[in-house]
């Protein structure tokens, strides 16, 4: 069982929808919670960051972490052609910033 | 802020020749910089972390005397693919993290990527 798992998609959604993403996690131990976007043939960019439980706001985007379920969500809100990429959660246990990556999952905005 | 750069962006190369790639950390120090290897549809994989002006720690299965990794300073660290061969061309991509604050675990940022191809 992979550490962090998250659904490859492709995910399919029409301008203006909310796009919903998750992953899963197997380590307890994992303590900051990251979402990237990643677009073809570049790096990822950070957009998410949170440690611990909770709720995290910014513009269109909203970062849940659960970490009773092993359970991380991202959500975008009025979704736009720009935001189709390949997003990749990635978490790791300590400061010292190991990342574990999700297998990242690409979204497809539709106009 | 937090602008990580990473030349070149895309190396075309003949089999044998090594080839070198830089990061550098543009507004901040990094004090741990990352090496990463990403293949087509596929997640990171993480090669070696390196921190300022100590060796760099390598994965599991990755060729240390193959892809040398030099961190001298806060801002810059260059990864060398010795001899490379068909099978090294991929997408190679560095990240660098700054200090943590009594306040604050860091986060990764980033290059653009270096776009390896071995003919």
Redesign the interface.
């Known amino acids: 069982q992979k550490e962090v798992e998250q659904d490859?998609g492709p995910l399919s959604v029409p301008e203006g929808a909310i796009v919903s993403l998750n992953c899963t996690y197997s380590n307890s131990a994992f303590q900051?919670f990251?979402w990237?976007r990643q677009y073809s043939?570049?790096?990822?960019?950070?957009l998410m960051?949170t440690?611990s439980s909770g709720n995290k706001e910014d513009g269109r985007f909203t970062a849940q972490v659960d970490k009773s379920s092993k359970y991380i969500s991202l959500f975008i809100r009025d979704s736009q052609p720009s935001d189709s990429a390949t997003y990749?959660c990635a978490m790791t246990t300590d400061?010292?910033?190991?990342?574990q990556?999700?297998?990242?999952t690409q979204v497809v905005v539709t106009p | 802020g937090a602008v990580v750069s990473q030349h070149p962006s895309r190396v075309i190369c003949k089999s044998g020749t090594s080839v070198k790639i830089e990061c550098r950390s543009l507004d901040f120090q990094a004090t741990t910089m990352f090496w990463y290897r990403q293949f087509p549809k596929k997640s990171l994989m993480l090669m070696a972390t390196s921190n300022e002006g100590s060796k760099a720690t390598y994965e599991q299965g990755v060729e240390k005397d193959k892809f040398l990794i030099n961190h001298a300073s806060l801002t810059l660290s260059t990864l060398t693919v010795t001899s490379a061969h068909p099978e090294d061309s991929s997408f190679y991509i560095c990240s660098a993290r700054e200090m943590d604050t009594v306040y604050s675990n860091q986060p990764q940022h980033f290059g653009d990527g270096t776009r390896l191809s071995i003919l």
């Open positions: 490859p900051y990251m990237y043939r570049k790096g990822p960019e950070l960051y440690y990749l400061s010292w910033g190991k990342l990556f999700g297998a990242g």
